[in-house]
């Protein structure tokens, strides 16, 4: 990479493999010698009935693998928490194992896999002291979540990006009780509307 790219850039894999549905064996060698990240977009996988990653295989490997919802062409709601739903889902039957994939492993690839992605383990993706205040606090006192066993289960199997309460970014709060606080999320949802009316105008498209 350029030396004008930033350090944590410079430090991410060199091999990200998004996807992933067909890869051999001798490929999966490949990703564990070189140190290759998987990103795993499961919803966008079934939706256009590409395949299924071998994420369990991966994992066991010692390959990082990522979660991603894909772009809102293959993901209608690019819902990040259904996608660990999907997840641990798409583990389980793929292997035939009810125990492929544990709320853990799925919220692990979601958060600390996602920060080797982006080659910043140092910074993000886990609570701890030194790294950026980036926390989505989730609301599982609803109908949905009730009765929490675990908290992990509830999380993956539970919720949906309805129940995301507040978010934070680097300390900054972006999202309080459920509303936008640095968009407004009304004027950018009629935005919006409005080219998706132009867009079908100038392509003769009734809407």
Known sequence: MSNGWPAWAR?????QLVHSVWLDDHELDLLVEHGGVVVHCPVANMYLASGMARVPEMRR???TV???TDGPGSNNNQDMLEVLKT???SGKV???DAMALLPEEVIWMACRGGSHAFGQPAFIGSLEVGKKADVVLVDLDTPFAMPVHRVPSALV????SG??????VDGAILMRDKQMLVVDEKALLAEARA???RLFERAGIAG
């Open 87 to 89: 997840t641990a889902l």
């Open 11 to 15: 430090s991410a894999p060199d091999v």
């Open 157 to 160: 199997y539970n919720v949906n």
């Open 94 to 96: 793929s292997t035939l």
């Open 61 to 63: 490997r010692g390959i």
């Open 195 to 197: 080219a998706c009316t």
């Open 66 to 68: 990522a979660l991603a």
């Open 163 to 168: 129940s995301v309460d507040t978010v934070i």
